[in-house]
Protein backbone atom coordinates (compact mmCIF):
# COMPACT_ATOMS: atom_id res chain seq x y z
CA UNK A 1 0.00 0.00 0.00
CA UNK A 2 1.29 3.64 -0.73
CA UNK A 3 0.42 6.99 0.50
CA UNK A 4 -1.70 8.96 -1.98
CA UNK A 5 -0.05 12.22 -0.89
CA UNK A 6 3.72 11.63 -1.16
CA UNK A 7 3.85 7.83 -2.72
CA UNK A 8 5.68 6.63 0.72
CA UNK A 9 5.21 2.93 0.55
CA UNK A 10 3.31 2.24 4.00
CA UNK A 11 2.35 -1.33 5.71
CA UNK A 12 -1.13 -2.62 5.16
CA UNK A 13 -2.65 -1.37 8.42
CA UNK A 14 -1.15 1.71 8.58
CA UNK A 15 -3.83 4.72 9.19
CA UNK A 16 -1.67 7.84 8.31
CA UNK A 17 2.02 7.99 6.13
CA UNK A 18 4.66 8.07 8.43
CA UNK A 19 6.08 10.46 6.09
CA UNK A 20 4.01 13.49 5.34
CA UNK A 21 1.07 12.28 7.71
CA UNK A 22 -1.55 12.36 5.83
CA UNK A 23 -4.58 10.09 6.22
CA UNK A 24 -4.11 7.07 4.42
CA UNK A 25 -7.48 6.58 1.58
CA UNK A 26 -7.74 9.95 2.04
CA UNK A 27 -8.75 12.16 -0.84
CA UNK A 28 -6.22 14.50 -2.36
CA UNK A 29 -7.71 17.08 -1.86
CA UNK A 30 -8.10 16.27 1.59
CA UNK A 31 -4.25 15.88 2.10
CA UNK A 32 -3.47 18.54 0.59
CA UNK A 33 -5.42 20.69 3.17
CA UNK A 34 -3.44 18.99 6.02
CA UNK A 35 -0.22 19.11 4.20
CA UNK A 36 -0.94 22.98 4.36
CA UNK A 37 -1.44 22.97 7.44
CA UNK A 38 1.32 20.64 8.77
CA UNK A 39 4.38 23.17 7.20
CA UNK A 40 3.88 25.78 9.97
CA UNK A 41 5.55 24.25 11.96
CA UNK A 42 8.85 24.25 9.90
CA UNK A 43 8.30 28.37 10.13
CA UNK A 44 9.47 27.31 13.65
CA UNK A 45 13.14 26.04 12.66
CA UNK A 46 13.42 29.28 10.25
CA UNK A 47 12.86 31.72 13.86
CA UNK A 48 15.81 29.78 15.73
CA UNK A 49 17.64 30.82 11.77
CA UNK A 50 16.63 34.37 12.75
CA UNK A 51 18.44 33.91 16.25
CA UNK A 52 21.91 33.15 14.49
CA UNK A 53 21.15 36.90 12.74
CA UNK A 54 21.05 38.06 16.53
CA UNK A 55 24.66 36.88 17.09
CA UNK A 56 25.84 39.94 15.40
CA UNK A 57 25.10 41.54 18.24
CA UNK A 58 28.35 39.92 19.57
CA UNK A 59 30.01 41.22 16.60
CA UNK A 60 29.86 44.39 18.31
CA UNK A 61 32.01 43.01 20.71
CA UNK A 62 34.69 44.23 18.63
CA UNK A 63 33.55 47.46 20.47
CA UNK A 64 36.14 46.98 23.55
CA UNK A 65 38.67 47.28 20.60
CA UNK A 66 38.08 51.07 21.87
CA UNK A 67 39.33 49.98 24.95
CA UNK A 68 42.81 50.12 23.11
CA UNK A 69 42.20 53.15 21.97
CA UNK A 70 41.89 53.92 25.20
CA UNK A 71 45.09 52.17 25.82
CA UNK A 72 46.96 54.41 23.82
CA UNK A 73 45.39 57.68 24.61
CA UNK A 74 47.11 56.44 27.94
CA UNK A 75 50.39 57.44 26.32
CA UNK A 76 49.00 60.82 27.30
CA UNK A 77 50.21 60.33 30.90
CA UNK A 78 53.53 60.29 29.44
CA UNK A 79 53.69 63.79 29.30
CA UNK A 80 55.49 63.67 32.65
CA UNK A 81 58.32 62.14 30.88
CA UNK A 82 58.78 65.94 30.65
CA UNK A 83 60.46 65.27 34.06
CA UNK A 84 63.69 65.96 32.63
CA UNK A 85 63.47 69.63 34.41
CA UNK A 86 65.41 68.47 36.81
CA UNK A 87 68.11 69.15 34.20
CA UNK A 88 68.51 72.09 36.61
CA UNK A 89 70.56 69.52 38.62
CA UNK A 90 72.90 70.11 36.51
CA UNK A 91 73.39 73.56 37.80
CA UNK A 92 76.08 71.80 40.52
CA UNK A 93 78.49 71.17 37.56
CA UNK A 94 78.04 74.94 37.05
CA UNK A 95 79.39 74.96 40.38
CA UNK A 96 82.67 73.10 39.35
CA UNK A 97 83.66 75.56 37.07
CA UNK A 98 83.44 78.33 39.70
CA UNK A 99 86.56 77.15 41.66
CA UNK A 100 87.77 80.27 42.71
CA UNK A 101 89.00 81.03 39.40
CA UNK A 102 88.92 84.42 39.65
CA UNK A 103 91.38 86.36 41.74
CA UNK A 104 88.87 88.87 42.84
CA UNK A 105 88.14 85.62 45.44
CA UNK A 106 91.33 85.45 46.63
CA UNK A 107 91.85 89.26 47.87
CA UNK A 108 90.77 89.11 51.32
CA UNK A 109 92.72 86.31 52.30
CA UNK A 110 95.78 87.67 50.41
CA UNK A 111 94.85 91.38 52.10
CA UNK A 112 94.60 89.51 55.53
CA UNK A 113 97.72 87.65 55.40
CA UNK A 114 100.03 90.79 54.40
CA UNK A 115 98.51 92.68 57.21
CA UNK A 116 99.45 90.51 59.46
CA UNK A 117 102.78 90.02 58.66
CA UNK A 118 103.19 93.83 58.33
CA UNK A 119 101.54 94.13 62.06
CA UNK A 120 99.73 97.12 60.39
CA UNK A 121 95.56 97.22 59.59
CA UNK A 122 94.24 97.37 55.99
CA UNK A 123 91.32 99.92 55.01
CA UNK A 124 89.70 99.85 51.81
CA UNK A 125 89.68 102.79 49.18
CA UNK A 126 87.05 103.69 47.57
CA UNK A 127 88.07 105.47 44.59
CA UNK A 128 90.88 103.16 43.76
CA UNK A 129 88.98 99.52 44.63
CA UNK A 130 91.96 98.58 46.53
CA UNK A 131 93.35 97.94 49.99
CA UNK A 132 95.69 100.12 51.62
CA UNK A 133 97.90 99.13 54.45
CA UNK A 134 100.78 102.19 55.29
CA UNK A 135 103.96 101.24 56.89
CA UNK A 136 107.01 102.70 58.03
CA UNK A 137 108.64 99.33 59.48
CA UNK A 138 111.72 97.38 57.69
CA UNK A 139 115.39 98.18 56.84
CA UNK A 140 117.22 101.40 58.08
CA UNK A 141 118.08 102.35 54.62
CA UNK A 142 113.98 102.96 54.45
CA UNK A 143 113.38 104.13 58.12
CA UNK A 144 112.09 107.53 57.13
CA UNK A 145 109.92 106.18 54.08
CA UNK A 146 106.37 106.02 54.51
CA UNK A 147 105.25 103.01 52.51
CA UNK A 148 102.13 102.51 51.06
CA UNK A 149 101.19 99.30 49.87
CA UNK A 150 97.92 99.09 47.64
CA UNK A 151 96.07 95.73 46.30
CA UNK A 152 93.78 94.69 44.62
CA UNK A 153 92.79 92.56 41.76
CA UNK A 154 91.79 92.84 38.14
CA UNK A 155 92.61 89.37 35.96
CA UNK A 156 92.05 91.68 32.36
CA UNK A 157 94.02 93.80 32.89
CA UNK A 158 96.46 94.65 30.53
CA UNK A 159 99.76 97.23 29.91
CA UNK A 160 97.36 100.57 30.40
CA UNK A 161 95.32 99.01 32.98
CA UNK A 162 98.61 98.55 35.04
CA UNK A 163 99.74 101.91 34.31
CA UNK A 164 96.78 103.60 35.19
CA UNK A 165 96.46 101.71 38.39
CA UNK A 166 100.05 102.26 39.41
CA UNK A 167 99.41 106.35 38.59
CA UNK A 168 96.14 106.31 40.53
CA UNK A 169 98.13 104.62 43.72
CA UNK A 170 100.73 106.93 43.45
CA UNK A 171 98.55 110.23 43.42
CA UNK A 172 96.59 109.14 45.85
CA UNK A 173 99.60 108.76 48.34
CA UNK A 174 101.38 111.62 47.43
CA UNK A 175 97.49 113.46 48.18
CA UNK A 176 97.42 111.62 51.35
CA UNK A 177 100.91 111.89 52.55
CA UNK A 178 100.72 112.10 56.28
CA UNK A 179 103.73 113.58 58.65
CA UNK A 180 106.45 116.09 57.76
CA UNK A 181 106.78 117.77 53.98
CA UNK A 182 108.93 115.07 51.70
CA UNK A 183 112.32 115.91 51.08
CA UNK A 184 115.65 113.98 51.64
CA UNK A 185 114.65 112.62 54.76
CA UNK A 186 111.17 112.03 54.57
CA UNK A 187 109.88 110.00 51.54
CA UNK A 188 106.90 107.67 49.93
CA UNK A 189 106.89 104.45 47.97
CA UNK A 190 104.16 103.12 46.73
CA UNK A 191 103.51 99.44 45.98
CA UNK A 192 100.70 99.02 43.49
CA UNK A 193 100.15 95.28 44.20
CA UNK A 194 97.68 93.54 41.64
CA UNK A 195 96.36 89.58 41.93
CA UNK A 196 96.01 88.15 38.43
CA UNK A 197 95.32 85.15 36.97
CA UNK A 198 96.85 84.16 34.80
CA UNK A 199 99.39 86.76 34.39
CA UNK A 200 98.81 89.30 31.45
CA UNK A 201 102.29 89.39 29.60
CA UNK A 202 101.13 93.41 28.82
CA UNK A 203 100.94 94.01 32.45
CA UNK A 204 103.71 91.69 33.47
CA UNK A 205 105.74 94.23 31.01
CA UNK A 206 104.64 97.44 32.48
CA UNK A 207 106.32 96.42 35.68
CA UNK A 208 109.91 95.52 34.51
CA UNK A 209 110.16 99.78 32.79
CA UNK A 210 112.32 101.36 35.08
CA UNK A 211 110.65 103.93 36.97
CA UNK A 212 110.83 107.59 35.95
CA UNK A 213 112.81 109.60 38.88
CA UNK A 214 110.53 110.75 41.46
CA UNK A 215 112.46 113.54 44.53
CA UNK A 216 111.65 111.50 47.53
CA UNK A 217 109.21 109.00 45.58
CA UNK A 218 109.20 105.72 44.35
CA UNK A 219 106.51 103.45 42.59
CA UNK A 220 106.47 99.94 42.51
CA UNK A 221 104.19 98.12 40.83
CA UNK A 222 103.84 94.15 41.54
CA UNK A 223 101.87 91.64 39.29
CA UNK A 224 101.16 88.45 41.80
CA UNK A 225 98.72 85.12 40.81
CA UNK A 226 97.10 84.43 43.87
CA UNK A 227 96.65 80.44 42.85
CA UNK A 228 100.56 79.73 42.01
CA UNK A 229 102.38 81.93 43.75
CA UNK A 230 104.20 83.49 40.24
CA UNK A 231 105.31 87.45 41.49
CA UNK A 232 106.18 90.00 38.86
CA UNK A 233 107.97 93.36 39.60
CA UNK A 234 111.21 95.17 38.59
CA UNK A 235 114.09 93.27 38.17
CA UNK A 236 116.56 95.82 37.21
CA UNK A 237 117.98 98.18 40.07
CA UNK A 238 117.78 102.00 39.15
CA UNK A 239 120.96 103.61 39.65
CA UNK A 240 119.43 106.62 40.18
CA UNK A 241 118.90 106.07 44.00
CA UNK A 242 120.42 102.23 44.19
CA UNK A 243 120.52 101.78 48.05
CA UNK A 244 116.75 103.01 48.50
CA UNK A 245 115.78 100.94 45.44
CA UNK A 246 117.57 97.77 46.90
CA UNK A 247 115.77 98.18 49.82
CA UNK A 248 112.08 98.88 48.15
CA UNK A 249 112.26 95.64 46.19
CA UNK A 250 113.04 94.03 49.55
CA UNK A 251 110.43 95.43 51.50
CA UNK A 252 108.43 94.20 48.96
CA UNK A 253 109.10 90.37 49.01
CA UNK A 254 108.78 90.42 52.86
CA UNK A 255 105.55 92.36 52.75
CA UNK A 256 104.23 89.57 49.87
CA UNK A 257 105.98 86.44 51.92
CA UNK A 258 108.30 85.74 48.83
Known amino acids: MFCTQCGNQLPDDSRFCSRCGAPVGAPTS ?57 APATAPAASPQAPASDSLSMLPAFVQAMSNRLGEPAQYIPELGAY ?21 AYDAAGYPEMQAYMKACSDWALNNYQGALRGLQKGVVSYAILLQHPLNANAVAFTKELPKKHFAAFDLPILVDPFTGACEMLEKTPVWGFAMWKGIKKAAREALGF
Open 30 to 86: AVNQAVSATPQTPPAPAAPAAAPAASPAPAAAPAPAAAPAASSAAPAPAAPATMPAP
Open 132 to 152: LIVTKRFSAALANMHQHFFVS
